[in-house]
């Protein structure tokens, strides 16, 4: 069977929100198609990651580290003097290696993705939450096709909005992908339906990821003892569900990069077929 | 003092030294569990922004309690800004790591697990394992245990906070002074009309719930 799925585009006459008149149903025929046997071959084989834009809501990446390369904008999250927050155009790269260590991961495994990077972390510990949903906001607004979140808040007063955002994202294909906790806590937004959340495996391989059939962490990723690019150019050995997660985003920039438009919903099915525990996935 | 304050002190008192001797208990154990040089627990003092040594066991024992630093900085602010465990098998790689404040503790250690002490949505603070042996690879059921006994710490630190502010409380000092005074001076007869008094303002502080 054919990869049909891939030509479906975007409709350009809006249809009516709530309702489907039965003279517009031709107008929304959809493939219906996966292939039979969903394959790794299928969903990424000859991918590269090339044409998905990526997103990392993070501490920043720093500029020209020799395994992140060219990262295409960088903004951060700042109050102005009014105290309002607002997202500004920034050269100050990374401010503690973080989001240096996952964007360097996505493009181990998708050399050829488009990087953003949006700082939200690195100013101080308090006020932090305002701070990520305004950065999450201005990444779903610009519809990046993947933001990796290897972070989350335990503070429930931003759970409505984080969860409005993370639908809003999910109806507008950008991807979350999102960190569990690394203690057995409530956090947001990654015990969130809408978006695909990651814990760690033990394993050295960066493609071998499993589907968790008791969520809420869905899906498992490398997470052990790496060796992430760090400031300066540098790396540094790393443990956590943060690292994970990059893994897990940097897969899903290679299926979008052979499937453009595959909805979330769509994409989470050939995680779960592609998965390292699936029976075929092979 | 009242009997009822005296009574009431007695118990704050004792909880204070319980708490702290179960706060010192979790440490101790932390390092023999994972054959640390040392552990400690920082308790966060959010008027000042800054962490507070509570309670060590192996290195700097006995000499570091009540010693301060900045909350924001270092690898505890890590953990404090995100509220996640935090494992450095090579510290001085570790951009986020202050030599500085180690230094002025007496002990540079070479490697950290550092994990955030969190009650509910508050964190209290942060409990630090330095110096694993080195030939031990890191596991993922480490960073399991090491939640465990964050949960143990956290529970002993939010006690001895909560005893802390009962006894600021019994001496008048903080928000609770008056309510504390107002306790010692209900011992007694003749207190019908202030009995009536405190329970209107229980009704009403029910229904503003």
């Known amino acids: ?173 950008v991807l979350l992908v999102a960190s569990a906790h690394n203690m057995p806590v409530e956090s947001f937004p990654w015990r969130f339906a809408s978006v695909i959340s990651v814990g760690s495996h033990e394993e050295a391989d960066g493609l071998t990821f499993y589907y968790n059939p008791t969520p809420p962490v869905e899906f498992f990723g490398r997470g052990l003892d790496l060796d992430v690019a760090w400031l300066d150019g540098g790396t540094l050995r790393c443990t956590g569900n943060s690292f994970a997660t990059p893994h897990i985003a940097g897969i899903c920039a290679l299926i979008l990069g052979k499937h453009p438009n595959l909805t979330p919903f769509q994409l989470k099915s050939v995680l779960y077929q592609t998965a390292s525990n699936a029976k075929e996935a092979a | 003092m009242s009997d009822l304050e005296a009574a009431v002190a007695a118990g704050v008192i004792g909880a204070e030294d319980a708490h702290r001797a179960l706060l010192q208990a979790t440490v101790e154990v932390a390092r023999a569990i994972f054959g640390a040089k040392a552990a400690s627990v920082f308790l966060l003092d959010e008027e000042t922004e800054e962490l507070v040594f509570e309670a060590v066991a192996g290195e700097g024992e006995g000499e570091l309690i009540g010693m301060r630093f900045p909350a924001g900085t270092g690898i505890a602010g890590w953990v404090l800004t995100t509220r996640q465990p935090l494992i450095v098998d090579d510290l001085s790689a570790d951009t986020r790591w202050s030599r500085t404040a180690a230094e002025s503790t007496g002990y540079v250690p070479k490697s950290m697990m550092a994990v955030p002490l969190l009650a509910e949505e508050r964190v209290l603070g942060v409990l630090n394992v330095l110096d694993r042996p080195e030939e031990s690879r890191v596991r993922l059921s480490e960073v399991d245990l090491l939640g465990l006994f964050a949960n143990q710490a956290a529970i002993a630190l939010d006690l001895l906070q909560r005893a802390r502010l009962a006894r600021a409380a019994l001496a008048g000092e903080g928000r609770l002074g008056p309510l504390a005074r107002v306790a010692a001076r209900l011992e007694g007869d003749d207190h019908e009309a202030a009995f009536d008094l405190l329970r209107a303002l229980e009704r009403l502080l029910r229904e503003t719930d």
């Open chain 1, 1 to 173: 069977m054919s990869a049909a799925i891939d030509s479906h585009d975007h409709e350009e006459e809006d249809l009516p929100a709530w309702s489907l008149p039965a003279e517009a149903v031709d107008r929304i025929r959809v493939p219906v198609a996966l292939p039979e046997q969903v394959t790794r071959e299928w969903a990424w084989g000859g991918s590269t990651g090339a044409g998905v834009r990526v997103c990392i809501l993070d501490s920043g990446v720093e500029l020209d580290h020799p395994l992140v390369g060219h990262v295409d904008r960088s903004v951060a999250v700042q109050r102005n003097e009014e105290g309002e927050l607002e997202v500004l155009d920034d050269e100050a790269g990374d401010l503690c290696g973080h989001g240096t260590a996952c964007a360097g991961v996505v493009r181990s495994l998708a050399p050829d993705v488009e990087l953003t990077s949006v700082r939200v972390l690195g100013a101080g510990y308090k006020g932090g939450g305002e701070i990520l949903l305004r950065g999450l906001e201005w990444a779903v607004e610009q519809e990046f096709q993947v933001v990796n979140m290897s972070l989350s808040t335990t503070r429930t007063k931003y759970v409505d909005r984080l969860h409005v955002l993370a639908d809003r994202a999910y109806f507008k294909r």
